[in-house]
């Protein structure tokens, strides 16, 4: 099993997406994150591939989901999901993400997994989640999302 990490960092009504340059997912649009190394726990994860990947530190970043992912091609990956409203540093483009501000009504899923419509919402609204999906190649086939979890 792969365990990564996603960030959202929010501020101003934008938020703050990438196009993966390389990797699983390349050419998609998502958030910053990645695989957790050896000995790091989820959170100095997320802020280590935030800064690799974009050039922000987010700051006091929140954990609001897990994503449990069954996958047809590649092994099941487990998801942390971070948000942040605050951040230093300078943002950049690098070898891995070209990375972008989006009006929050203006997200573009038909651009990013199909599964990132069902809980992206969630981590908008600030609420926890618990999310299974079932993929075959890129289509979700069944999905379960639990809202609110008791972590």
């Known amino acids: 099993m792969i365990v990564a990490t996603l960030m959202f960092i929010i501020r101003n009504g934008e938020i703050l997406l990438i196009e993966k340059k390389r990797g699983l997912g390349e050419g998609k ?5 990645g695989k957790i190394d050896p000995g790091e726990t989820p959170l100095q994860c997320v802020v280590r591939e935030t800064e690799e990947e974009v050039g922000l530190r ?24 971070f948000v942040a409203y605050d951040f230093e ?37 600030r609420r926890t989640f618990f999310g299974r999906f079932i993929f075959d190649r890129e289509e979700v086939i069944w999905f379960d999302l639990e809202l609110d979890p008791v972590w």
Not at 64 to 75: K, N, Q
């Open 58 to 81: 987010p700051l006091r970043p929140r954990k609001l989901g897990e994503l449990h992912f069954a996958m047809s091609d590649i092994a099941d990956i487990l998801c942390h999901v």
């Open 89 to 125: 540093g300078q943002l950049c483009e690098t070898a891995e993400a070209k990375p972008f501000w989006c009006r929050l009504d203006d997200i573009p899923y038909d651009r990013m997994w199909k599964d990132d419509v069902h809980w992206l919402p969630h981590v908008l609204k």
């Open 29 to 33: 649009v998502n958030g910053p994150g």
